[in-house]
């Protein structure tokens, strides 16, 4: 029994209490600390759930300021990993947390027991550990939700959940959907934006970094936060 069950008097009188049982008893792993993955890992503890392994080998840099919900200026430097721990110990103090300080590869592939969680979530920036993860995720039928392209977007009201075979727009689904294609991967769930990115008025040294704002990456990751926890309880 969690010692601060008070703390989700407000979402018990909405799911119930044998719903928020299985959301504490819940197991849930996110690849990616970034913008989307920051605000998604918040609302799954915010919303009940009980244990989470996070993924993410970055450090909080001073850019991600502008829209990580780790990232401040007394976290600058510090390993994703340990700054997300530390808020969402903050938050719920009797979370289960797991950090894997790594990016997903084929490398790193064996690091996770897939089958302990009952819900993976991609919030990963680099499309082939997305292919990797959602070809794992098919192949096995373990349960994923996929995160596509928030960069150079500013209304997060474009944001819908759908299958990558019904997405449009988005340059990244694009790219995924031809490559689950090649390999046999015939469905995914995807949140993605219908709307069309905008050019950057510059770019960075790394011409292929996106710009990003406050309001769309994080909606993202509600989003997939809702999903999630719509699919453990039954309403």
Known sequence: MWGNMEIFNRLEMVVGS?????LKNSNILVFGLGG??????????RGGIGNISIVDRDIVDITNINRQ???THSTVGLNKVDAMEQRLKDINRDVSIKKFKLNLSKDTIEEFYFE???YIADAIDTVTSKILLAEIAYRNKYSLISAMGTGNKLDPTKLEVSDINKTKVCPI?????????????????VVYSTEVPKKPVFNLENKSTPGSVSFV????????????INSIIEM
Request: hydrophobic share 40%; with cysteine.
């Open 69 to 71: 919900v780790i990232a």
């Open 116 to 118: 302990e969680y009952d």
């Open 217 to 228: 990456p994080p909606v993202c990751g509600m989003i997939m936060a809702s999903e999630i």
């Open 173 to 189: 689904a694009r790219v995924m959907r031809r490559e689950l294609k090649k390999r046999g991967v015939r469905r995914l769930k």
């Open 18 to 22: 044998d719903n928020l049982e299985k």
């Open 36 to 45: 989307v993955g920051g605000s998604l890992c918040e609302a799954l503890v």
